[in-house]
């Protein structure tokens, strides 16, 4: 649907038939050439945040400190404290030391001259959160773009790549809108897919010239990156110029290697072309097929049905070389080499794993818009709600294939290669901000220690969004003097519990009262030196989730299960 063209109510939208939506639905990059009609819909749009209220979020200002914490900077440094951060408008200004452990904190502590003061006193201090892989919730999912930003900060991702967030040019305005902290919203990187853009007017980009002058135009617009996908307008010359050309214009790139041209361009082949990210599992273990480079499809495997699609992604496990073989050290060495990132977003296909987990989760029946679990049923014409006959036999290849995949993703960790963590919310039962906590705890699963998977959190996914500027040296990622005020607060130690991230907290039982509780959710987020209460952000979003669902006539309570 256009924006500003609705002309049916959003709950209408939903009752409409699936083929009137399969053919009205205009999607992104509405002004490109008629695309080859598709089985799945395309994303919808999405509307704008609405502004920054005035009791949304305290800051910045000219000096303010959080005291006492114990900071784990990010850097994979072991935690430390307790110390007192400065903060001077959106910049850390200083760590000092507040006292030291098992002894009392020190009294009348530098600065004096604050404006704010919060007491954090045996809370800890993380770098904000880069989530590498997002959409932003799109018009058919939730009513704008603040219900993923609001998820998004509540669970301290202070930072989010768009892969693409939304259309072009909201994706460029929310960007802007975001620096200047007009709206509740994380940074923003506007990585987007050639060809969108409104204002361009070259038409197809399916040939290395007209990649090239896209990739310029898009440059020109301000966009930070190009997201490719492989498919049939993106055979290996055209990304070769798209790779080359955006090195050229300090544009990063990164690439879902789609089973529609991984046979021609794996993710070796890609990063030899100087590919900055490889996102989800596509492309490394077509790097590492025994029997050639295209992979054994059943003979009846049809890819616009997306059963087909996404249940035999897991027979790439048995035909692919053994982890620990040469040919496995040999790719892994060479993407390091190649300064290839992974970017694994293992949480997307948790449902491949166990669907009934995944529906069932904890926060589904408070956090989840209606619209959006709509959007998650089984139904053919939506994208990742391909469950339609998902058997035993789906989940256990799945699982199986999950425990070669985050081995090479730990591999990859181990010889020094880096991996950053993106979630790829809004599809197959994964809601923002919740499905990113999910992924630092696969990360976990996958070798990493906890202090790996937050550095993975943070720097990683810094240097890999600055890199391609030019700057090695990223304003975000750690905590440390100078460096952008983007911080997460939290009352538990997540190295000792990732679980305590989510916004639903972690189930303990009280020994004292032998009453089950509740504890962790993060407890505040500061982007740009702003201090936002995580729990009002959730606050927020429970309050939107109602109000859609009085709206469309639903319980308030839960969400509608089959
Ligand atoms: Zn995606």
Known sequence: MKRGTKTVTRTAALMLSAALLATSATGYGQSAPAEPVQAVKPRAGADAGPDRGPNEGFGPYNKWVVRAVTLIDGSGAPPRGPVDIVIEGDTIADILPAGTPGLPLKDGREPRDFDYELDA????????????????????????????????????????????????????????????????????????????????????????????????????????????????????????????????????????LSQIGVGRLNALEAGRMGLDSVTHYYGHFESLLKNGPVQDWPVDYNYNDEQDRFGNVANLAAESFEADSEEWWDYLEEQKENNVTFD??????????????????????????????????????????????????????????????????????????????????????????????????????????????????????????????????????????????????????????????????????????????RVGGVSYTIKDGILYDSKQLLADVAAMVRAEKVRMGLPEEGVVRR
Do not use: C
């Open 344 to 517: 694994p977003t293992m949480t997307i296909y948790l449902a491949g794993r166990d669907l009934m987990r995944a529906r069932n989760a904890d926060w589904h029946d408070t956090y989840t818009m209606p619209q959006l679990w709509q959007f998650y049923q089984s139904s053919r014409i939506n994208h990742g709600s391909y469950f339609y006959d998902w058997t035993t036999a789906t989940e256990v290849k799945w699982k199986n294939f999950y425990q070669k995949f985050m081995h090479l993703i730990n591999d990859y960790k181990k010889i020094g290669g880096r991996v950053t963590t993106g979630s790829d919310s809004g599809f197959i039962f994964q809601p923002y901000g919740f499905g990113y906590i999910q992924e630092l705890e696969l990360l976990q699963e996958a070798g990493f220690n906890p202090s790996q998977v937050i550095q993975a959190a943070t720097l990683n996914g810094a240097l890999t969004l600055y890199e391609p500027k030019g700057q090695p040296v990223p304003p975000i990622g750690t905590v440390r003097v100078g460096k952008l005020a983007d911080m997460v607060i939290v009352k538990e130690n997540p190295l000792q519990n990732l679980k305590t991230l989510y916004g639903t907290g972690f189930l303990r039982l009280n020994e004292e009262t032998q009453e089950l509780e």
């Open 121 to 256: 006193t045996g809370m800890f201090m993380l770098p904000g959160f880069v989530d590498m892989h997002v959409h932003g919730s799109t018009d058919d999912k939730a009513p704008d773009l603040s219900y993923s930003y609001k998820l998004w900060l509540a669970h301290g991702v202070t930072t989010v790549r768009g892969v693409d967030l939304a259309p072009f040019e909201v994706s460029l305005s929310e960007q802007a809108r975001s620096e200047r902290n007009e709206i509740v919203a994380p940074r923003i990187f506007v990585y987007q897919r050639p060809g969108q853009g409104e204002g361009w007017t070259g038409g197809r980009t399916n040939t290395p010239e007209k990649a090239r002058a896209w990739v310029r135009w898009a440059a020109g617009e301000g966009i930070d990156g190009i997201k490719l996908s492989n498919n049939e307008d993106q055979p290996p010359e055209v990304i070769e110029a798209i790779i080359d050309e955006a090195e050229k214009q300090g544009l990063g790139t990164v690439a879902h």
